[in-house]
């Protein structure tokens, strides 16, 4: 087994090392409710099979289902599991809007 790095900040983890492997699975979360007219569907249908043509087998596989994977050190470990969905550096963080509103 080789040297691996930390995906977030390049640090080198040789054997032995503590290290995370971390697993993302990223499912379409289909409701069952699709938001169409009925009288508009085949329409929609046709509209979804044309954009799908353009689209490679993997683009088409993402829309559904996608897998990610990666190692962190420990540090980045910590960082990620405190904001795993990076919310610290969204463009409008919540606050930001709340301010907007107040004024
Ligand atoms: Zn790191």
């Known amino acids: 087994m080789s040297d691996k790095y930390c995906a977030r900040c390049g640090k080198m983890l040789p054997e032995g ?25 085949s329409e929609e249908i046709q509209t979804l099979l044309k954009k799908m043509e353009d689209m490679d087998v993997q683009e088409l596989e993402d829309e559904v289902y996608q897998e990610i994977s990666f190692v962190l050190c420990e540090r980045c470990k910590k960082l990620f599991a405190r904001d795993p969905l990076n919310s610290e550096t969204v463009i409008f963080p919540l606050n930001k809007k709340l301010e907007n509103l107040i004024h």
């Open 17 to 41: 090392s503590l290290k995370y492997m971390v697993h993302i699975q990223i499912l379409s979360d289909f409701d069952g409710v699709l938001p169409y007219a009925e009288d508009d569907l």
